[in-house]
């Protein structure tokens, strides 16, 4: 039913700026938190940021807070990640997911559909 389809990885250096998309399909996006997680080789899936249903709430890892910006325009079921001041370690495969309720959540347990991920590599 829900489709989640993400956008915008690639090759980065170091220090600059990259910005992600999701683009959700369903009848529920508006309704619902969104978050976006990433996962690099060999290690978890980690939470980076999350948003609630109408975007008034949002919730960053300690790692990117004032790097990175999450945000969502509810007309076009759309969500966002920008990401400045890049680093190595931001290097991963970045998911977009959709909440199981309209409030955030930092648990992947919270989201019940998952996006094919979107390659982000930081050269240093």
């Known amino acids: 039913q829900v489709q989640l389809v993400e956008a915008g990885g690639g090759l980065v250096q170091a220090g600059r700026s990259l910005s992600l998309s999701c683009a959700a399909s369903?009848?529920?996006?508006?309704?619902?938190?969104m978050g976006w997680f990433r996962q690099a080789p060999g290690e978890g899936r980690e939470f980076v940021a999350a948003?609630?249903?109408?975007?008034?709430?949002?919730y960053y890892a300690a790692s990117v807070k004032g790097r990175f910006t999450i945000s969502r325009d509810n007309t076009k079921n759309t969500m966002y990640l920008q990401m400045n001041s890049l680093k190595s370690e931001d290097t991963a495969v970045y998911y977009c997911?959709?909440?199981?309720?309209?409030?955030?959540?930092?648990?992947?347990?919270?989201?019940?559909?998952w996006g094919q991920g979107t390659q982000v590599t930081v050269s240093s």
């Open positions: 997911s959709q909440g199981s309720t309209s409030y955030t959540e930092t648990s992947p347990a919270g989201y019940d559909y």
């Open positions: 369903g009848r529920t996006f508006s309704s619902r938190a």
């Open positions: 948003i609630c249903w109408s975007g008034e709430r949002k």
